[in-house]
Protein backbone atom coordinates (compact mmCIF):
# COMPACT_ATOMS: atom_id res chain seq x y z
CA UNK A 1 0.00 0.00 0.00
CA UNK A 2 1.22 3.16 -0.77
CA UNK A 3 -0.18 5.75 1.28
CA UNK A 4 2.78 9.09 1.09
CA UNK A 5 2.80 11.68 -1.61
CA UNK A 6 6.00 14.31 -1.19
CA UNK A 7 5.71 17.54 -3.03
CA UNK A 8 9.07 19.18 -3.39
CA UNK A 9 7.85 22.76 -2.96
CA UNK A 10 11.04 24.64 -2.21
CA UNK A 11 11.76 26.09 -5.95
CA UNK A 12 11.82 29.98 -6.50
CA UNK A 13 9.62 30.01 -9.63
CA UNK A 14 11.63 32.28 -11.52
CA UNK A 15 9.72 31.54 -14.38
CA UNK A 16 7.00 33.61 -13.09
CA UNK A 17 8.39 36.79 -11.49
CA UNK A 18 7.20 38.95 -10.27
CA UNK A 19 4.19 37.44 -9.05
CA UNK A 20 6.37 35.14 -7.07
CA UNK A 21 8.42 37.36 -5.61
CA UNK A 22 6.73 37.06 -2.13
CA UNK A 23 3.83 34.42 -3.19
CA UNK A 24 5.17 29.99 -3.73
CA UNK A 25 4.60 29.57 -6.88
CA UNK A 26 2.34 26.93 -5.71
CA UNK A 27 -0.25 29.48 -4.72
CA UNK A 28 -1.12 30.24 -7.93
CA UNK A 29 -4.65 30.46 -8.87
CA UNK A 30 -5.98 28.35 -11.76
CA UNK A 31 -9.40 30.03 -10.98
CA UNK A 32 -10.02 30.03 -7.86
CA UNK A 33 -7.92 26.91 -6.41
CA UNK A 34 -4.14 27.22 -6.22
CA UNK A 35 -2.33 24.58 -8.02
CA UNK A 36 -0.77 22.86 -4.73
CA UNK A 37 -4.62 21.83 -3.85
CA UNK A 38 -5.34 20.62 -7.08
CA UNK A 39 -1.75 18.27 -6.32
CA UNK A 40 -3.14 17.61 -2.99
CA UNK A 41 -6.48 16.79 -4.58
CA UNK A 42 -5.09 14.42 -6.98
CA UNK A 43 -2.71 12.42 -4.43
CA UNK A 44 -5.81 12.03 -1.82
CA UNK A 45 -8.01 10.18 -5.00
CA UNK A 46 -4.89 8.03 -5.23
CA UNK A 47 -5.13 6.97 -1.86
CA UNK A 48 -1.87 9.11 -0.67
CA UNK A 49 -3.37 10.70 2.40
CA UNK A 50 -0.14 11.46 3.76
CA UNK A 51 1.02 14.90 2.60
CA UNK A 52 4.80 15.66 2.55
CA UNK A 53 6.02 18.94 1.54
CA UNK A 54 9.42 19.53 0.89
CA UNK A 55 9.32 23.48 1.72
CA UNK A 56 11.68 26.34 2.06
CA UNK A 57 11.92 29.76 2.75
CA UNK A 58 8.67 32.11 1.61
CA UNK A 59 6.71 29.30 1.40
CA UNK A 60 4.55 29.74 4.62
CA UNK A 61 1.38 30.04 2.92
CA UNK A 62 1.35 26.74 1.97
CA UNK A 63 1.14 25.37 5.68
CA UNK A 64 -1.48 27.91 6.32
CA UNK A 65 -3.60 26.84 3.47
CA UNK A 66 -3.54 23.32 4.65
CA UNK A 67 -4.78 24.94 8.23
CA UNK A 68 -8.14 26.02 9.82
CA UNK A 69 -8.31 29.82 9.11
CA UNK A 70 -9.96 30.75 12.67
CA UNK A 71 -10.97 34.49 12.06
CA UNK A 72 -11.75 33.96 8.29
CA UNK A 73 -14.27 30.75 9.28
CA UNK A 74 -15.31 32.57 12.20
CA UNK A 75 -16.64 35.70 10.36
CA UNK A 76 -18.18 33.72 7.12
CA UNK A 77 -19.93 31.11 9.28
CA UNK A 78 -23.49 30.68 8.66
CA UNK A 79 -23.16 32.90 5.81
CA UNK A 80 -23.23 31.58 1.90
CA UNK A 81 -19.53 32.12 1.54
CA UNK A 82 -19.21 28.72 3.59
CA UNK A 83 -19.57 26.83 0.66
CA UNK A 84 -16.39 27.81 -0.84
CA UNK A 85 -13.93 26.45 1.34
CA UNK A 86 -16.28 23.00 1.88
CA UNK A 87 -13.44 21.83 -0.52
CA UNK A 88 -10.09 22.70 1.21
CA UNK A 89 -12.57 21.52 4.81
CA UNK A 90 -12.67 18.16 3.60
CA UNK A 91 -9.30 17.86 1.84
CA UNK A 92 -7.72 18.98 5.81
CA UNK A 93 -9.41 16.10 7.14
CA UNK A 94 -9.23 13.63 4.94
CA UNK A 95 -5.00 13.96 4.50
CA UNK A 96 -2.57 14.30 6.98
CA UNK A 97 0.37 17.02 6.41
CA UNK A 98 3.95 16.96 7.05
CA UNK A 99 6.65 19.67 6.21
CA UNK A 100 10.66 19.49 5.90
CA UNK A 101 13.15 22.70 4.56
CA UNK A 102 15.28 22.25 2.00
CA UNK A 103 17.69 24.20 3.20
CA UNK A 104 19.95 24.47 0.31
CA UNK A 105 18.15 24.47 -3.55
CA UNK A 106 20.81 21.53 -5.13
CA UNK A 107 18.17 20.33 -7.47
CA UNK A 108 15.08 18.04 -7.11
CA UNK A 109 17.08 14.61 -6.48
CA UNK A 110 18.29 16.41 -3.36
CA UNK A 111 14.95 17.80 -2.14
CA UNK A 112 13.32 14.35 -2.78
CA UNK A 113 16.41 12.86 -0.48
CA UNK A 114 15.58 15.71 1.67
CA UNK A 115 11.64 14.02 2.44
CA UNK A 116 13.59 10.75 3.52
CA UNK A 117 12.86 11.29 7.23
CA UNK A 118 9.21 11.35 6.80
CA UNK A 119 8.86 8.68 4.18
CA UNK A 120 10.88 5.89 5.43
CA UNK A 121 11.18 3.06 3.95
CA UNK A 122 8.20 2.72 1.69
CA UNK A 123 7.53 3.83 -1.76
CA UNK A 124 5.81 7.15 -2.33
CA UNK A 125 4.14 9.15 -5.12
CA UNK A 126 6.01 12.60 -5.90
CA UNK A 127 3.67 15.43 -7.24
CA UNK A 128 5.53 18.38 -9.35
CA UNK A 129 2.68 20.78 -8.33
CA UNK A 130 3.30 23.13 -10.95
CA UNK A 131 2.49 20.35 -13.76
CA UNK A 132 -1.59 20.24 -13.73
CA UNK A 133 -2.73 17.32 -14.79
CA UNK A 134 -6.12 16.90 -15.66
CA UNK A 135 -8.30 13.88 -16.41
CA UNK A 136 -11.68 13.32 -17.46
CA UNK A 137 -14.00 10.43 -17.04
CA UNK A 138 -10.63 8.11 -15.60
CA UNK A 139 -8.91 8.11 -12.00
CA UNK A 140 -6.34 10.92 -12.39
CA UNK A 141 -2.97 10.53 -13.33
CA UNK A 142 -1.24 9.66 -9.34
CA UNK A 143 -3.98 6.97 -9.11
CA UNK A 144 -3.40 4.97 -12.69
CA UNK A 145 0.60 5.15 -11.45
CA UNK A 146 -0.30 3.97 -8.18
CA UNK A 147 -2.05 1.09 -9.54
CA UNK A 148 0.75 0.30 -12.20
CA UNK A 149 3.29 0.37 -9.10
CA UNK A 150 0.85 -2.54 -7.73
CA UNK A 151 1.44 -4.66 -10.85
CA UNK A 152 5.20 -3.61 -11.58
CA UNK A 153 6.35 -3.27 -7.98
CA UNK A 154 9.10 -0.53 -9.29
CA UNK A 155 9.41 3.00 -9.95
CA UNK A 156 7.58 4.35 -12.43
CA UNK A 157 7.19 7.83 -14.13
CA UNK A 158 4.78 9.56 -16.09
CA UNK A 159 5.99 10.60 -19.63
CA UNK A 160 4.23 12.56 -22.91
CA UNK A 161 5.54 12.58 -26.58
CA UNK A 162 7.01 16.82 -26.43
CA UNK A 163 8.48 18.64 -29.72
CA UNK A 164 11.78 18.05 -29.92
CA UNK A 165 12.74 21.56 -29.59
CA UNK A 166 11.58 21.32 -26.10
CA UNK A 167 13.32 18.35 -24.55
CA UNK A 168 16.00 20.30 -23.10
CA UNK A 169 13.41 21.43 -20.44
CA UNK A 170 12.88 17.90 -19.69
CA UNK A 171 14.30 14.51 -18.01
CA UNK A 172 14.01 12.39 -21.60
CA UNK A 173 13.64 8.58 -21.95
CA UNK A 174 14.62 5.93 -23.49
CA UNK A 175 13.61 1.93 -23.46
CA UNK A 176 11.87 -1.07 -24.76
CA UNK A 177 8.26 -1.07 -26.01
CA UNK A 178 6.04 -3.07 -23.09
CA UNK A 179 2.85 -1.96 -24.45
CA UNK A 180 0.72 1.06 -26.01
CA UNK A 181 1.39 3.14 -23.24
CA UNK A 182 4.03 1.29 -21.19
CA UNK A 183 8.10 1.69 -21.71
CA UNK A 184 10.44 -0.32 -19.56
CA UNK A 185 13.27 2.34 -19.29
CA UNK A 186 16.98 1.65 -20.96
CA UNK A 187 18.41 5.19 -21.20
CA UNK A 188 17.00 8.51 -19.19
CA UNK A 189 18.94 11.81 -19.79
CA UNK A 190 18.30 15.20 -17.50
CA UNK A 191 17.56 18.19 -20.00
CA UNK A 192 19.39 16.72 -23.31
CA UNK A 193 20.29 19.00 -25.65
CA UNK A 194 17.67 17.95 -28.78
CA UNK A 195 20.46 16.66 -31.05
CA UNK A 196 21.97 14.20 -28.22
CA UNK A 197 18.00 13.52 -27.04
CA UNK A 198 17.52 9.79 -27.17
CA UNK A 199 13.57 10.20 -27.95
CA UNK A 200 10.99 13.08 -27.40
CA UNK A 201 9.30 11.48 -24.61
CA UNK A 202 9.65 13.35 -21.98
CA UNK A 203 9.30 13.32 -17.99
CA UNK A 204 6.65 15.02 -16.34
CA UNK A 205 5.74 15.97 -12.69
CA UNK A 206 4.66 12.66 -11.46
CA UNK A 207 6.41 9.76 -9.92
CA UNK A 208 5.88 6.72 -7.33
CA UNK A 209 9.24 5.68 -6.22
CA UNK A 210 10.80 2.90 -4.56
CA UNK A 211 12.18 3.60 -1.74
CA UNK A 212 15.54 1.94 -2.68
CA UNK A 213 15.56 5.55 -4.52
CA UNK A 214 16.73 7.15 -1.34
CA UNK A 215 20.54 5.30 -1.02
CA UNK A 216 20.90 5.64 -4.76
CA UNK A 217 20.14 9.87 -4.25
CA UNK A 218 22.80 10.00 -1.50
CA UNK A 219 25.52 8.38 -4.16
CA UNK A 220 24.24 10.66 -7.05
CA UNK A 221 26.61 13.14 -8.18
CA UNK A 222 25.55 16.60 -9.15
CA UNK A 223 24.73 16.32 -13.34
CA UNK A 224 23.09 18.91 -15.26
CA UNK A 225 23.02 22.59 -14.07
CA UNK A 226 25.49 20.86 -11.47
CA UNK A 227 22.17 19.79 -9.76
CA UNK A 228 21.94 16.67 -8.08
CA UNK A 229 19.27 15.06 -10.37
CA UNK A 230 16.51 12.36 -9.96
CA UNK A 231 16.57 11.43 -13.44
CA UNK A 232 20.15 10.58 -12.36
CA UNK A 233 18.97 8.11 -9.79
CA UNK A 234 16.21 6.72 -11.79
CA UNK A 235 18.79 5.85 -14.35
CA UNK A 236 20.18 3.73 -11.47
CA UNK A 237 17.32 1.73 -11.29
CA UNK A 238 16.41 1.60 -15.00
CA UNK A 239 19.77 -0.31 -15.43
CA UNK A 240 18.32 -2.81 -13.06
CA UNK A 241 15.30 -2.99 -15.42
CA UNK A 242 13.37 -1.46 -12.57
CA UNK A 243 11.88 1.76 -14.00
CA UNK A 244 8.29 1.94 -16.13
CA UNK A 245 7.25 5.10 -18.08
CA UNK A 246 3.95 5.65 -18.67
CA UNK A 247 2.07 7.63 -21.17
CA UNK A 248 -0.48 9.03 -18.74
CA UNK A 249 -4.35 9.32 -19.69
CA UNK A 250 -5.43 13.19 -19.04
CA UNK A 251 -4.03 16.35 -20.15
CA UNK A 252 -1.04 17.81 -18.63
CA UNK A 253 -0.13 21.94 -18.52
CA UNK A 254 3.12 23.45 -17.21
CA UNK A 255 1.86 25.80 -15.27
CA UNK A 256 5.17 26.85 -14.15
CA UNK A 257 5.12 29.12 -17.85
CA UNK A 258 3.21 31.96 -18.27
CA UNK A 259 1.88 29.91 -21.57
CA UNK A 260 1.03 27.08 -19.81
CA UNK A 261 -0.83 28.67 -16.72
CA UNK A 262 -3.38 30.52 -19.16
CA UNK A 263 -4.10 27.34 -21.27
CA UNK A 264 -5.03 25.89 -18.05
CA UNK A 265 -7.00 28.51 -17.10
CA UNK A 266 -8.97 29.00 -20.14
CA UNK A 267 -9.00 24.80 -20.21
CA UNK A 268 -10.41 24.59 -16.46
CA UNK A 269 -13.22 28.07 -16.95
CA UNK A 270 -14.70 25.97 -20.52
CA UNK A 271 -14.87 23.32 -18.13
CA UNK A 272 -16.68 24.87 -15.86
CA UNK A 273 -18.98 26.53 -18.24
CA UNK A 274 -19.65 22.94 -19.72
CA UNK A 275 -20.77 21.78 -15.87
CA UNK A 276 -22.87 24.61 -15.16
CA UNK A 277 -24.94 25.14 -18.70
C1 LIG B 1 12.15 18.41 -13.25
C2 LIG B 1 12.94 17.15 -13.59
C3 LIG B 1 12.78 16.80 -15.05
C4 LIG B 1 11.30 16.66 -15.39
C5 LIG B 1 10.54 17.93 -14.99
C6 LIG B 1 9.05 17.74 -15.14
O1 LIG B 1 12.74 19.50 -13.93
O2 LIG B 1 14.31 17.37 -13.26
O3 LIG B 1 13.45 15.59 -15.33
O4 LIG B 1 11.17 16.42 -16.77
O5 LIG B 1 10.79 18.27 -13.61
O6 LIG B 1 8.35 18.92 -14.87
P1 LIG B 1 12.40 21.06 -13.53
O7 LIG B 1 11.15 21.40 -14.27
O8 LIG B 1 12.25 21.08 -12.05
O9 LIG B 1 13.59 21.83 -14.02
Redesign the pocket.
Known sequence: MITKCLF?VA?YGTRFLPATKAMPKEMLPILNKPLVQYGVEEAAEAGLSNICFVTGRGKRAIEDHFDISFELEQQISGTGKEKQLEGIRNLIESCSFSYTRQIEML???HAILTGRKIIGDEAFGVI?A??LCLVEDEPGVMAQMVKLYQQFRCSIVAIEEVPKDQVH????IDGEVLSGDLIRVTD?V??PDPADAPSNL????RYVLSPDIFDIIENTEPG??G?V???DALMQQARDGCVIAYKFKGQRM?C?SVEGFVDATNYCFERLAKEQS
Open positions: PGGLGLDDRYGVMEKAIIGRNEQITDG
